[in-house]
């Protein structure tokens, strides 16, 4: 939050009023004038017109607005999509003038000097921009032109052009609380609101008010918050705008004649693919961040991943690179192996790449270049990947979870991370810290027995049958005098044994639990269990004293091995 | 055969070889005694105790008995910048790793590398700083030979979750004791663990005290003997 000093732009805005709730009733189906909100968290963040007509007011509680308007059709939030319907609104502004920047979904800026002497005036430009999104993105919007941020976003909500120099009057009779307006991230968004109180407790109600205070004392009592806002409210430009250039993302395509059904018929189809898309970057002299893999099967199914690229050090190997992902995809998806849906022939296939840059301005290093071990770790990888499939080589990190097994977000090598649990969420009841460093796969076979040798158990209300006196792990398999004692008598010297060999009980040294987990009962990978940790004492076998700590897991009337804190 | 055409392949010779030693690590010193000079990737405070000759570039270093301790043993040097490989550890607990400081975007797994291990190991050794084999991988003796020696021209460091004929420095975790626990109540806290160093050149079995998780909760006692391994010098 700097208050650098800019040259003051006069800008266009165009705003399309109650955005999340146009977007969201454009893609669930409803009609504009349907009443619907949206509502995210407690409140609601968004109404439609005919929703405000009724009484539903933003902020509202979803129970009020509902009594309020009893036809009132409730949308999810969704900020990706906000973000995804609104390229269309950019693209229908693109088409009247030459550079956007998107402010946020909802909220475009257009550099009106150049743009207005285009169309002759900015009466002109206002009523392009108006048409050309309700005629392409088919939704009503607003156009205002003003000196500076602030003045500019006000003129659009009245649609008014405010001539030049007339910001800081035009500004002045606003009530303080539109100073958040001009704030577009959720942060600063919070940071104007608390100035916005401050001041409005301190008898400060429009911005005129406030700009008549000196720029020193504001500074000194409210700090580059203080100062940041002293600007806006004055009418003037705080940042330069930030234009969107209009980089197409490059598609490739190929249409089988016959459905494709196995993968020997579609690697020489992925190879050229790959080479066509090479060529097509080459021509245009760009490379690519992305690559978009899209293909459509025969039941009318989208198939798609994205893969990163790094294509900086050796663009050379670019087509062979990229025929080797668009192939591991396809032989996932055919075979599949893969979480697709049900396996079907492929009708097309297209190669997209995105993220795309002018050619030598990728992202490098502060030292230039990029650092020798990272590339030759990056190839070295490729190579195990190349031996063992995509699946052999994992990228891991951490996401959010309750149990040891959740916190990790495993993927193929170089495979877009796919929307994960965010790890920032605060995730009650989770298994305390320290971490295990040994966690099964799978649950293991574990047996959690009183003083009696009777399996504990644990009830609906988490009361515990007796408290766990041994524990049986499983033997090591090659352990051939725990085989023998599993070994049922009547079975003989070489019978198999049935189920898992135990070890010998070892002795309960302290525990704490249980700790119930029951999460997601509302979808399918519900999952209910109550959590202990034991430390256990020694065996009797020789060189092994100290304790050894495991966690394991009541569920469905069984214990299971979850980790082992090794 | 001239004396300075003799002279100037005498010199290519000695030039060679010097590139030679510099590249793997060895120099003669006068008194004929071969000294390491290989770089060190850096390790943690806690651990130095247990490990006094660093984690040297090219040895091979072998762990018996603890995940956690491998995973402290390559945290440091990951943190600083080296990239790390795990093979044949479908088990490794990857936030335990985070936690211990492991850089996780510098981090591949590959966890059942099958009949392909010496292969893949070998390209791992190529081209990652740290390689980490796992207790239960397809390795011939002659394959481990073989890593060894490209380790050892690389600069790649082997650390092995469990044994290694031939290591440089075996650390065995003898006994491990956890605190924190109760009877039904409390959460695991604090460990402590007696690591036995053993090296290939021979000397007394070091045993050390090493506390892993240190608990800075709410404890009255003074801490300056957590997290300072203290050296129980004992026999062999």
């Known amino acids: 939050m700097t208050a650098a000093v800019v040259a003051t732009t006069r800008r266009a805005v165009l705003w399309v009023p109650d955005w999340p709730v146009v977007a969201a009733a454009a893609e669930a189906g409803l009609s504009p004038s349907a009443p619907a909100a949206v509502l995210h968290g407690r409140g609601m963040v968004a109404v439609s017109a005919a929703a405000r007509a009724a009484g539903v007011r933003r902020g509202q509680r979803k129970r009020l607005a509902q009594r309020a308007c009893p036809d009132l059709t409730i949308l999810p939030y969704d900020e990706a999509r906000d973000a995804r319907q609104f390229e269309a609104v950019a693209a229908a502004a693109e088409e009247v003038v030459s550079g956007v920047e998107i402010s946020r979904p909802g909220l475009l800026m257009i550099p009106s000097e150049g743009a207005a002497r285009f169309h002759g005036s900015e009466e002109a430009l206002a009523e392009a921009l108006v048409n050309a999104v309700a005629e392409i993105a088919g939704c009503e919007s607003a156009v205002g032109a003003a000196d500076g941020l602030l003045a500019a976003v006000l003129a659009a909500r009245s649609s008014a052009l405010i001539p030049a120099g007339e910001s800081a009057r035009f500004l002045s009779p606003h009530p303080i609380d539109t100073l958040t307006l001009a704030a577009m991230e959720r942060t600063k968004r919070e940071a104007v609101e608390d100035l916005v109180s401050v001041l409005t407790r301190l008898g400060i109600d429009t911005l005129g008010a406030f700009t008549d205070l000196p720029f020193s004392d504001i500074l000194a009592r409210f700090g580059p918050a203080g100062a940041w806002a002293h600007r806006v409210a004055r009418g003037e430009d705080v940042a330069p705008p930030v234009l969107r250039r209009a980089e197409e993302d490059i598609a490739v395509d190929y249409v089988f004649e016959e459905p494709a059904q196995n993968s020997q018929q579609l690697i020489p189809v992925a190879r050229l693919l790959a080479e066509r898309l090479d060529s097509a970057l080459l021509d245009a002299g760009m490379r690519c961040g992305k690559v978009r893999i899209v293909a459509a099967t025969e039941r009318g199914q989208q198939l798609e991943r994205v893969w990163r690229t790094d294509v900086g050090v050796r663009a050379g190997a670019f087509a062979a690179h990229m025929a080797d992902r668009v192939r591991w995809q396809l032989e996932g998806w055919l075979s599949g192996t893969a979480d697709g849906p049900e396996r079907s022939g492929l009708v097309s296939l297209g190669v997209t790449a995105e993220d795309v840059v002018p050619l030598g301005s990728e992202q490098s290093y502060l030292w230039g270049g990029v650092s020798g071990a990272d590339s030759r770790a990056q190839r070295t990888l490729e190579r195990v990947q190349g031996l063992l499939g995509p699946d052999g080589v994992l990228a891991v990190r951490e996401q959010g979870g309750r149990s040891p097994r959740e916190r990790v977000l495993a993927l193929p090598w170089g495979q877009e991370a796919v929307d994960s649990r965010p790890l920032a969420h605060p995730w009650p009841g989770g298994i305390p810290d320290p971490a295990p460093a040994t966690v099964l796969a799978a649950p293991g076979p574990v047996q959690v027995l009183d003083a009696g040798g009777t399996p504990v158990s644990i009830d609906r209300r988490l009361a515990m049958s007796a408290p766990p006196t041994w524990v049986r792990l499983e033997a090591d398999p090659t352990d051939e005098r725990a085989r023998a004692a599993n070994r049922h008598p009547a079975s003989g010297h070489v019978g198999k044994v049935e189920g898992p060999v135990w070890d010998r009980p070892r002795p309960v040294d302290s525990w704490a639990g249980p700790w119930p987990i029951a999460q997601r009962w509302w979808s399918t990978e519900a999952s209910r269990g109550a959590y202990m940790q034991i430390a256990l004492g020694s065996s009797q076998a020789p060189g092994d004293e100290g304790t050894v700590a495991v966690l394991v897991a009541f569920r469905g009337g069984e214990w299971q091995l979850e980790a082992m804190y090794d | ?236």
């Open chain 2, 1 to 236: 055969m001239d004396a300075s055409h003799q002279s100037a392949r005498l010199e290519k010779a000695r030039a060679a070889l010097a590139a030679v030693q510099s590249r793997v690590g060895t120099t003669r010193s006068v008194t004929g005694v071969e000294c390491w000079e290989t770089p060190v990737l850096p390790l943690a405070a806690t651990l130095s105790d247990a490990l006094p000759t660093g984690l040297r570039r090219g040895q091979v270093v072998a762990v018996q008995g603890s995940t956690s301790l491998v995973l402290a043993l390559v945290a440091e040097a990951s943190r600083e910048g080296s990239w790390t490989a795990m093979i044949g550890m479908p088990q490794v607990g990857v936030v335990a790793a985070a936690r211990r400081g492991i850089e996780l975007s510098r981090l591949a797994l590959i966890p059942h590398p099958g009949a392909q291990a010496p292969a893949v190991a070998g390209a791992c050794v190529d081209g990652m700083d740290v390689v980490v084999l796992g207790p239960r991988l397809a390795l011939a003796d002659a394959d481990r030979r073989r890593l060894v020696a490209r380790a050892r021209e690389r600069g790649a460091v082997i650390v092995s979750a469990g044994s290694w004929e031939g290591a440089h420095v075996t650390l065995t975790v003898e006994s491990s004791r956890w605190r924190g626990l109760g009877a039904g109540d409390g959460r695991l806290r604090e460990r402590e663990m007696t690591v036995a160093m053993s090296s290939r050149a021979g000397g007394q079995v070091r045993r050390v005290l090493l506390t892993l998780d240190v608990d800075t909760g709410l404890r009255r006692e003074s801490r300056d003997s957590v997290g300072q391994p203290a050296a129980l010098e004992g026999a062999a």
